[in-house]
């Protein structure tokens, strides 16, 4: 006599699939690593060889304790770099003075726009061409 079918639809997770401080640690030690370069999801993923799920489980809990943050590379928008707190985007990763938050910096383009402008008006009466 066979008794109900008592297995799970979900088998249940394997213990060695759990998230350890020792990832996160070696996450956020490769992060620190890029220093004001970055690093990408994905590669933080191809080089720590941690499955998805946990590298942006980890991800999560590394920016909830504000010891990493998100910036945006305006080389590629759609990708989200990471990089350690306590380093500023290099002007590479951020665009510099011509970017602000990932986009142009309209006014910073508009005035020297106006002083280039001005300066070639100088010197030009200045020459007496």
């Excluded at 997770?13 to 890029?34: A, K, M, N, Q, V």
């Excluded at 707190?85 to 011509?98: Q, R």
């Amino acid at each position: 006599m066979s008794g109900p079918d008592l297995s799970r639809k979900r088998p249940r997770p394997d213990p060695s699939s759990r998230p350890t401080t020792g990832e996160r640690d070696e996450i956020l030690e490769l992060i620190r690593s890029r220093a004001n370069r970055g690093i990408w999801s994905a590669d933080i993923k191809r080089e720590t060889n941690i499955p998805q799920a946990i590298v942006q489980n980890q991800i999560k809990m590394l920016l909830s304790t504000e010891l990493i943050k998100e910036v945006t590379d305006i080389r590629y928008k759609s990708r989200k770099v990471y990089m350690a707190a306590a380093f500023e985007p290099s002007d590479e990763i951020s665009g510099g003075t011509w970017f602000s938050g990932g986009s142009l910096n309209k006014e910073v383009i508009n005035d020297v726009r106006k002083r280039c402008k001005q300066q070639t008006r100088q010197n030009a009466q200045s020459c007496n061409c």
